[in-house]
């Protein structure tokens, strides 16, 4: 069995996020083992995301904010995503993600089925996303949500379904958390409900 050691950690910056630096020694596939090497990690805490859900009316809630990384790297940074935020200390992953949903879309989570957890990006990170569909009843307008404390600027969707994959096709979603939770919500939908939620047009995309 191959095996991998932390050698010794040392903090680097300790803010929002932390970035440490750590040296450590893994077997190669070879066998041999590798020489001492320094890598860099970044953690803050697991994340719980998700997906809200209406079946009555076929919709899920996404939400679209700014995000620097987005700016940073020369795209639009207002992406169209899903609830996502960070686990409080010695909050349980259903609290936090009904914790979230309520701050992000104003939705109570009334059910929660788990789709996946996943590794936020495993190469420098060792947070991890768990992701959730929740069924809520979906606001029938557009609303304005965010925290002010943490100066977020959220504005809250109901998005047709089928709308809601031609938008993943099309390629304009962006964010890893709302593409898998899309592709992987018809697991955890009844097929009777896609196959009748299906025969109705797809609402028209929000100004």
Known sequence: MRKAEILHREDCYRGF???ERIRLRHDRFSGEATP?????VVSK??????LPYDPAVDKVVM????????????GNPWLL???AG??????????????ETFEETGCEALKLTPLMTYFLAPNLSPDRVHLFLAEVSAPETEILRGRGDEDEDIRVLSVGRIEAHAMVTAGQIASPWALLALLLMQRCTPANQLETAAVQPPSGPSD
């Open 81 to 83: 995503e899903i609830v």
């Open 63 to 74: 939400i679209e904010q700014f995000r620097p990384g987005a700016l940073v790297a020369g």
């Open 36 to 40: 001492a090497l320094t890598r860099e």
């Open 45 to 50: 805490s697991d994340i719980v995301a998700v």
């Open 17 to 19: 996020y932390c970035l």
């Open 86 to 99: 960070y686990i409080e200390q010695g909050e349980s992953l259903s609290s936090a993600a009904r914790r």
